[in-house]
């Protein structure tokens, strides 16, 4: 159905990447191209310089790490690892790179009371393409 898939993560133990894989997988036409995103948020700069450059690499190097762990459960995913502001990230990124499709999590588990959570929600918003949202 789709040709070019967005899946963007959160990779920290709140959530599982698993039911947004398999729902591409699902999705996907033969061929279909699968980018794994998660957006670092950025830290302010007056937080930032008072940090040792050594302990964000090492952090930026942590999450790149656990990324690439998560995405190799959905084969032939290209992983691609940023810092922003996470909602209008994705949203910028899938109209500069052609997705038709975005498939994001509608909030971490146990909080079901909220419709969406606030990226989810901002994606659903304002993206040009289809999103799919795992509940
Ligand atoms: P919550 O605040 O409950 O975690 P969010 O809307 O922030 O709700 O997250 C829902 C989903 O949005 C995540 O599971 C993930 O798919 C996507 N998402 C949120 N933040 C990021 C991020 N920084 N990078 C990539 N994807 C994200």
Known sequence: MYKNILVPVL????????????AAQALADEGAKFTVLHVMET???FVASQLPKE????SW?????AL?????ALPGAATCLESGHPGRFIVDFAK???????II???RPG???YFLGSTAARVVRHAQCAVHVIR
């Open 11 to 22: 990779i920290d133990e709140h959530h599982d990447t698993q039911a947004s894989y398999l």
């Open 43 to 45: 830290i302010p700069t």
């Open 105 to 107: 999590a509608s909030h």
């Open 96 to 102: 500069e790179n052609g997705i038709d499709c975005i």
């Open 68 to 72: 690439k762990q998560s995405a190799a």
């Open 61 to 65: 190097h942590e999450a790149e790490k």
């Open 111 to 113: 909080i079901e009371d």
């Open 55 to 58: 302990i964000m690499d090492k």
